[in-house]
């Protein structure tokens, strides 16, 4: 992943948000590998605790990077990325923020963020 994908298109808008997940309500797809489809960027807001990013260079594929994101920080998921997440402390608490060109289907439609 280069830096450019670090960064969320100044023409992408928000059109869904998660509910602010932790251990004990965090659905189980997020601690797995998973993607987001085509023109879909995903923000991972951190709210308490901190959070391990792991980006995968393709599906079942090595790890590519791993960071560390603490309170107040996010992280970015670009598009069709492959990656999980790890909550490192017990009080982590984290919602993520999925973005598209404001023009899309996925935006008019508010279509689902992962590829199905």
């Given at each position: 992943?280069?830096?450019?994908n670090?960064?969320?298109?100044?023409?992408?808008?928000?059109?869904?948000?998660?509910?602010?997940?932790?251990?004990?309500?965090?659905?189980?797809?997020?601690?797995?590998?998973?993607?987001?489809?085509?023109?879909?960027?995903?923000?991972?807001?951190?709210a308490?605790g901190?959070?391990?990013?792991?980006?995968?260079?393709?599906?079942?594929?090595?790890?590519?990077?791993?960071?560390?994101?603490?309170?107040?920080?996010?992280?970015?998921?670009?598009?069709?990325?492959?990656?999980?997440?790890?909550?490192?402390?017990?009080?982590?608490a984290?919602?993520?923020?999925?973005?598209?060109?404001?023009?899309?289907?996925i935006?008019?439609?508010?279509?689902?963020?992962?590829?199905?």
């Amino acid at each position: 992943m280069n830096k450019e994908n670090n960064v969320i298109p100044a023409d992408f808008v928000n059109y869904k948000t998660t509910f602010l997940m932790n251990k004990v309500n965090i659905p189980k797809l997020f601690l797995f590998e998973h993607n987001t489809k085509a023109g879909v960027y995903g923000r991972i807001c951190v709210a308490v605790g901190e959070l391990k990013f792991f980006g995968f260079k393709e599906r079942r594929g090595a790890i590519e990077q791993e960071i560390i994101v603490k309170a107040g920080g996010v992280a970015i998921s670009p598009p069709e990325y492959w990656h999980k997440v790890e909550l490192l402390t017990e009080d982590t608490a984290f919602k993520v923020e999925f973005f598209a060109q404001q023009d899309s289907q996925i935006v008019k439609e508010n279509l689902s963020e992962r590829n199905e």
